[in-house]
Each structure stands twice: as C-alpha cells, then as structure tokens.
C-alpha cells in the first residue's frame, strides 16, 4: 500500500493550463466519488487552488496507483493525457507525505509562508471527509499536517515579515507612525497596485482614506471601498496638506509631484510630517524631495530592497519548519508500523484473558468452598501473571514492527502464539466499528496490513 501525490501548480504549469485543470466546488463531491470508485485508489482528497491541483491518494498497487489517476483527470476534464501529462508531478510515499506538510505550512506558495493554503487544505480534507473518500491513512496524515501548520505559524516568526512591495510600504509607516488610527493616506491614481495599497493601510487601521485620480470616476469607485474621498488631480497640493501618507502610482512619463510641490505643502502644514511612497516607474514623486526636512521618501526599489531582505528572513524561518517536517515524517510512521500489531495484541489479550477466566473457573467448580475474598485474591493473581508474561512479547513486538522487517515479526509472532484465526476476526471487526463510526472506506481500515514503503 502506498501514499501516492500527483498534480500540477504554479511552478510546473502555466495559468492557461491550471485552470482547464481547476475543480468546480459543487462538482468536487462527485469527483471525489468517482476517484475514489476508481481502480487501485483506496482513499483520496483533492485540493484545487488557483495555484495547485493535486490528488493525495492511498492505492493498493503502484504502477496502477500511478496512471488510474491520469485517466480519471483526462476523462474528467475531457483533455486526452498526451497533453497535460508533462505538467504533472507524481511523488511517492516520504515525498508525498513531505509535499503536504510543505504545501500545508506555506512553503510551496508563491508567497513563501503564507496562510491562507493552510484553510484550503483543512476544507479539501473535511469535503473528502464528508463523501467518505478517506479512510485512516489520509484522515490521520491530514490532522497531522494541519496541526504542523498551526504549530508552524505560531512558532516561527515565518509570517511576520512583508513579502509584497504594497505591504512593506505599510511596515515603513508603521515604524515612522507606529500607528494610522488618527492618519490620514491619500493614494494617487487608481490602478490595481494602488488598490492593493489602500487595502494594506486600511486593513491596519487607517480610516480616512483619500483618492486623487484624473478620472473623478475612478477615483470615486476606489474610495468607496473605504468610506474615502475622491478629489482629482488640480486638487492634489490641497489635499496634501491634510494626508499624512501619501502613496502613488500611475501611468505618467513625469513627475506628478515635485519638490517645489512638497515646499509649498510643508509649510501649510506648519512642517508636520509627510510620508511619501512612490510605486511608479517611471517614478511619479521627484526624487529631489527627499532633500526637504520631516518628509519621508521611498521609491520601489527601497520596498524591493526590504521585500528581499524579508524573503531572506523567511527563508531563515523555513529552514526551522523544515527540521519540524522531519520530525513528523517520522511521526507519522511509526503510527503507520503500530497499526499492524494492534490486532495481534489485542489477540493476544483476548486468548491470554479467556484462559485464565477458563482457568479460575476450573478452580471454582473444584473448590466450591472458597470465600468471595478467596476467589478475588485468585483472580487478581492470575490477572498478575497473565500481565507480567504477556508484557514483554507485547513490548517487544511493537518495537519490532517499527523496524524493516516489521511484517515478519508480525507474522511471526502470530504464528508462535497461534493467532491467526483470531487476528482475522480481529481485523474484521476493526472494519466494521471503523466504517461505522467514520464512514470511512473498509479497505484501508484493516490495519494490520498496512505499510508505508520507504
């Protein structure tokens, strides 16, 4: 048996191709069903992003495992495999279990770090979940990998450092001004970076924002989003006297601010204070203002040189995540090898208990006499000496079935003990329980069976 990963994302297909690949969310519990209902495939989630499509699967063969899923893409899809299966990647087993801690963390996302992945996984796996297309392997893998995240996120400073041109501008006015609550922005044109902009600076408590555009109708759209103004470009120098940022970035071929501007703006503002972020190229803010005193400065290259210097802090932080990845691969594991002795322990109990209960009744119908404190002083003993022989085999054996040769020592020590008819049972009535307090697949839930190959 083996966990199996294949997809394609942003760094093996381009956009045109990820979306003829994205699945449609109403559609997704159908897929989901067919997949599953597909030769080889035992348990499967799917996650569709606009970045990534992946299944993660758990099949019985590997060489079926690996080309059932391409058929079912192409038929789903209705795109002949011949044309996407260069875009895919098939990763197996460790790698596929590393590929979803990664994945789930934010360090397989373009933006290396980021969170909102870590909701998308959780809502593929409880839609898989809820059409009873996973099973123990991938329920367990994926709690695993979600808790990681969180664990991840909040013990790494990996999501604390501005990777986005828009929001280091917002983290250099939160060192000058610490706080915008009582800041006044005004953003100059009404493009999508000055979108972007805005929202930062709203989102992180500015409330009176202000647009200038040259078209008022524009202005006006983008302002609205934020309860703002909207003014148009004859009246920029008045309404820069009352901004206490100011971020711009349109299309012009020249300066729509210069430093005879920002003189004249400085002293109606009796000197206070002016932060100012130019995100054009070319430049809209002319770079000779920066030689006036209390204004602040910044062009795309100083937000680019902090991007960099941020990327290369997370990047610090990735590496922490990495060795934590590590941990719960084996983790993961060593749940994976427990789950075959479980039945044979629990064989071995049972047929141990039933004979020391046949035992104390032998006793009893021999000696009829005993006393009730007679009889719970010899059932305590021979519950002691059941314990005490079963206790090291039982030690043993789960430190066996960790090792490469688990399944033998598995098999083994069922057939010292003669267990086998009882195992069997066993592992059928796991099914059931299992199937009927997870509604899971059956197949994947007898778990003496199961290994993970390395």
Request: glycine share 4%; aromatic share 6%; hydrophobic share 40%.
């Amino acid at each position: 048996m083996h966990i199996l990963t294949i997809g394609l994302n942003y760094k093996t297909a381009p956009v045109e191709i990820r979306e003829k690949f994205a699945f449609q969310a109403d559609l997704l519990p159908h897929a989901l069903t067919q997949l599953r209902n597909t030769k080889s495939i035992l348990e499967c989630v799917i996650l569709s992003t606009c970045n990534r499509m992946e299944l993660y699967l758990v099949v019985d063969y590997l060489h079926s495992g690996e080309e059932t899923p391409k058929i079912f893409l192409s038929e789903w899809f209705g795109i002949p495999k011949k044309e996407f299966s260069k875009y895919l990647y098939l990763l197996k087993d460790d790698e596929a279990i590393i590929h979803l801690f990664r994945v789930t963390c934010g360090l397989d996302s373009m933006v290396l770090g980021e969170t909102q992945i870590l909701g998308q996984v959780k809502e593929a796996w409880f839609t898989a979940q809820s059409c009873q297309s996973t099973g123990s392997l991938l329920n367990t893998l994926f709690k695993q990998a979600v808790t990681l995240a969180k664990k991840a996120h909040s013990e790494t400073q990996i999501g604390e450092n501005a990777v986005s041109v828009s929001y280091a501008a917002v983290e250099l006015g939160k060192k000058i001004f610490g706080s915008f609550s009582e800041k006044s922005v005004l953003v100059i044109g009404a493009g999508e970076m000055s979108e972007l902009t805005a929202k930062h600076f709203h989102a992180n408590g500015a409330k009176n924002v202000m647009v200038v555009n040259r078209t008022l109708e524009r202005a006006e759209k983008l302002s609205s989003q934020f309860g703002g103004k909207a003014f148009t470009m004859e009246q920029l120098n008045h309404v820069m006297i009352h901004a206490d940022i100011v971020v711009s970035s349109t299309g012009s071929n020249h300066y729509v601010v210069t430093k005879e501007d920002i003189s004249k703006v400085l002293k109606a503002r009796n000197h206070r204070p002016l932060f100012l972020i130019d995100i054009a190229v070319p430049r809209d803010l002319d770079p000779a203002i920066n030689e006036l005193d209390n204004v602040y400065l910044y062009d795309i290259d100083d937000l680019e040189g902090i991007v960099e210097a941020n990327l290369q802090e997370r990047a610090k932080e990735a590496e922490r995540i990495k060795a934590m990845i590590e941990e719960e691969l084996v983790a993961f594991k060593n749940w994976v090898n427990t789950l075959g002795v479980v039945p044979l322990i629990t064989s071995l109990r049972k047929k141990a208990t039933a004979i020391q209960e046949e035992t104390m009744q032998s006793i009893l119908n021999k000696m009829p006499n005993l006393t009730d404190r007679e009889v719970l002083i010899l059932k305590k003993h021979t519950k002691s000496i059941v314990n005490q022989l079963l206790r090291d085999p039982i030690l043993r054996i789960k430190e066996m079935s960790a090792e490469s040769n688990g399944d033998e020592a598995l098999e083994m020590f069922s057939k010292i003990f003669a267990l086998e008819e009882q195992v069997e049972k066993e592992e059928k009535k796991q099914v059931l329980t299992s199937s009927k307090e997870q509604q899971v697949n059956s197949k994947t839930i007898a778990a003496a069976k199961i290994t993970v190959h390395s």
